[in-house]
Nanobody, 119 residues
Framework: QVQLVESGGGLVQPGGSLRLSCRVS????????MGWYRQAPGKERELVAR???????RYAESVKGRFTISRDNAKNSVDLQMNSLKPEDTAVYYC?????????????WGQGTQVTVSS
């Protein structure tokens, strides 16, 4: 059974930083894409950043220059370094992995971690 476990959320003041981590465990053949999404109250879930391979990263326009996604293939993990946080970054952040397990390729989600940016 595949599990995605996130950590690192919390409360931070505007301008501050947080680092989110996600580790994938279970019977994994290959991980194609790993990424982070977020969902604010009353809004749809949106892509924040994703990484396909070491140099192939994509970011939402709203976070470019402030957030950095990194992936460790040896650990099956993905981190999101968030700097210069703004109140509008407040949301539940979800880790996502597109992977193949036991011959079946599908998307998996973490349970979500709350990020609150407030003074």
């Amino acid at each position: 059974q595949v599990q995605l476990v996130e950590s690192g959320g919390g409360l931070v003041q505007p301008g501050g930083s947080l680092r989110l981590s996600c580790r994938v465990s279970g019977s994994i053949c290959v991980i194609y894409t790993m990424g982070w999404y977020r969902q604010a109250p009353g809004k749809e879930r949106e892509l924040v950043a994703r990484v396909i391979s070491g140099d192939d990263r994509r970011y939402a326009e709203s976070v470019k220059g402030r957030f950095t996604i990194s992936r460790d293939n040896a650990k099956n993990s993905v981190d999101l370094q968030m700097n210069s946080l703004k109140p509008e970054d407040t949301a539940v952040y979800y880790c996502n992995a597109d992977l193949k397990s036991r011959g079946i390729r599908k998307n998996y989600w973490g349970q979500g971690t709350q990020v609150t940016v407030s003074s």
